[in-house]
């Protein structure tokens, strides 16, 4: 008699829902569908949300402001520690778990004991900042010796690799970027018309939105018909709308905020040319992993001008594919954005190259297959 309870794959996630956090939506719902519970901190509010979890979810902290989710937090970890384990613990047997797929390491930590009790396997994914600030605190250096005893880490870039690496990790180590939305044929773009620039992402420090504003301001001096579609929301999302304002760019700079995918998609068949000034943010060390979004523009035909930053060049081929520069020369990217607009020719042609490397190695299906072959979720 079939087990209806049985639910062999678990995914733990710090939030579900978030907009822009597709590659979470596809572990939960399209990685081992019918199969698949989650845990998650809680949901993100409804201006943010845009998908559920389409198996059983355990949320484990209510519904309630930053700040209060913060001090309970706190305080449960503090006071009653083994009660959100106990939780955690009668999910996983309720469901029948069998392996799991913890996004970010520092999240995943807590997961190592649990899983090892019910003998789950457990892999954990290196997504950002937990291959990068995580590395510069002793304290996380040494939890991180207890992924040795895992099934392995799945990171995005070959950085990441490196670095876990090189604070003694032995545990398998697999780099398998988060595969973005790739078209099936590659799209024609217009050829007349004003030129389109886009950046998508969230507009946080170490995406720099102001940096890719100067940069622009510069471009469109040589190209004054020049516009650019900014789609994300963020911290920096006001003083980004403020910043478009101060610089006089109201009629060149669109500032969407937050939205779909399915939009995010179409305005990338839109553009001409997709732009991203990422850095390591100067207060916190935070950096990216290797942006989905960048990988989706490939996946649409655009070259990308971006930045030597993280997992980037794992992706973008200089000189082949797009464009990069050091952090912070926005000079130089305002040169690089200005050499593809006025070449058409050699901008279509990374195109090209761009939409055939992420098909073979950057799209949604190619992760798929890679996360089934390594976690054997076939088997399942």
């Known amino acids: 008699m079939h087990d209806l309870a049985r639910m062999p ?105 649990i899983c090892q009790e019910l003998g789950i396997r457990l892999f954990a994914r290196g997504l950002g900042y937990d291959t990068a600030t995580r590395l510069l605190e002793p304290e996380w250096v040494q939890r991180y010796q207890d992924f040795n005893s895992t099934g392995g880490i799945i990171t995005v870039h070959t950085l990441g690799k490196t670095r876990l690496e090189k604070i003694g990790l032995t545990c398998p180590i697999w780099v398998v970027p988060c595969g973005g939305e790739v078209r099936t044929e590659l799209p024609q773009r217009a050829e007349s018309g004003p030129p389109k620039l886009i950046a998508v992402g969230r507009l946080t420090a170490k995406k720099a939105p102001h940096l890719l504003l100067d940069a622009f301001a510069r471009a469109r001096q040589t190209i004054p018909d020049l516009s650019l579609e900014m789609i994300g929301r963020g911290e920096l999302e006001q003083a980004t709308r403020q910043s478009v304002q101060d610089r006089g760019l109201a009629d060149a700079v669109t500032v969407h905020g937050g939205k779909p995918a399915e939009f995010v998609l179409e305005s990338l068949l839109r553009a001409d040319l997709f732009v991203q000034h990422s850095v390591v943010d100067p207060v916190t060390k935070d950096e990216e992993g290797l942006p989905v979004s960048i990988l989706e523009a490939m996946g649409a035909g655009l070259a990308v001008v971006s930045t030597r930053h993280a997992g980037i060049p794992d992706a973008v081929v200089h000189g082949e594919t797009g464009l990069l520069v050091e952090e912070r020369d926005t000079e130089a990217m305002a040169q690089a954005i200005v050499e593809l607009i006025q070449d058409r020719g050699r901008r279509i042609e990374m195109g090209q190259r761009g939409f055939e490397r992420a098909r073979t190695r950057f799209s949604w299906e190619y992760e798929r297959d890679q996360l089934h072959q390594i976690m054997g979720l076939n088997s399942l």
Not at 30 to 42: C, M, N, Q, S, Y
Not at 63 to 70: A, H, I, N, P, Q
């Open 9 to 113: 794959f678990c995914v733990a996630t710090s939030t579900t829902g978030a907009l822009s956090e597709t590659f979470i939506r596809r572990h939960c719902n399209e990685l081992l569908p019918g199969k698949t519970v989650v845990i998650a901190g809680r949901s993100t509010p409804p201006d943010n949300h845009s998908w559920d979890p389409t198996g059983p979810a355990l949320y484990l902290e209510p519904d309630e402001s930053k700040l209060v989710r913060g001090a309970k937090r706190v305080l449960r970890r503090a006071f009653a520690p083994q009660a959100e384990r106990k939780a955690i613990t009668q999910f996983l047997r309720k469901h029948q778990v069998e392996v799991m797929l913890a996004e970010w390491l520092d999240l995943a930590w807590p997961y190592i004991p």
